[in-house]
């Protein structure tokens, strides 16, 4: 079965309502002009992730994959960061037939430090009995240009995936 524009933003609105004709055409462009990515981070210990975005973006997706022990990812605004951040080496376009590629105006990073902020999701994943488990969001939201934080914590010894979908915008749908 194939997965219409609409399915993967997760059934929010329809093409003729204003929310659902808003994400379907904001997410459509910015793939056509090749500024949607993906990027994932593999953890087993407490990892941090930063986003800085310098505009808005429409977050598509997020998801949580664990195969051994339990995982929490807490995403916050406003926080204190400190340490040295890297660029994630996991980051991808979606669209990689676009060239030439245009230049991402969002980064993803890990390392650094994380303290306080407002919590603004949390999402968790565990396995058990050999099963693994995934916790997925798929509601896009529309958020400003700013610094976002994502503290992943494990519990025991832990093996988990945690996955964002975005697509980077031009200018902010009124």
């Known amino acids: 079965m194939a997965l219409t524009v609409n399915d993967r933003l997760g059934g929010q609105g329809s093409a003729t309502s204003f929310d659902g004709a808003l994400s379907v055409t904001e997410l459509s462009k910015g793939f056509l002009a090749g500024k949607s990515y993906r990027a994932y981070k593999a953890f087993t210990a407490n990892t941090q992730l930063r986003v800085v975005a310098t505009k808005p973006f429409l977050l598509t997706f997020q998801s949580m994959y664990c195969d051994a022990g339990q995982a929490t990812a807490v995403i916050t605004a406003g926080s204190t960061l400190g340490g040295s951040w890297t660029a994630l080496p996991t980051k991808f376009p979606v669209n990689g037939v676009v060239s030439p590629a245009p230049t991402p105006t969002l980064a993803v990073e890990e390392g650094g430090t994380i303290t306080s902020g407002t919590e603004r ?9 050999g099963v693994g488990i995934v916790n997925t969001v798929i509601s896009p939201r529309l958020l400003p240009a700013g610094t976002y934080s ?8 832990t093996a988990a995936i945690y996955t964002i979908e975005y697509t980077e915008l031009e200018t902010v749908p009124v």
Request: glycine letters at 12%.
């Open 150 to 157: 994502i503290a992943l914590t494990v519990t025991g010894t």
């Open 121 to 129: 999701e949390r999402l968790r994943a565990a396995s058990g009995a």
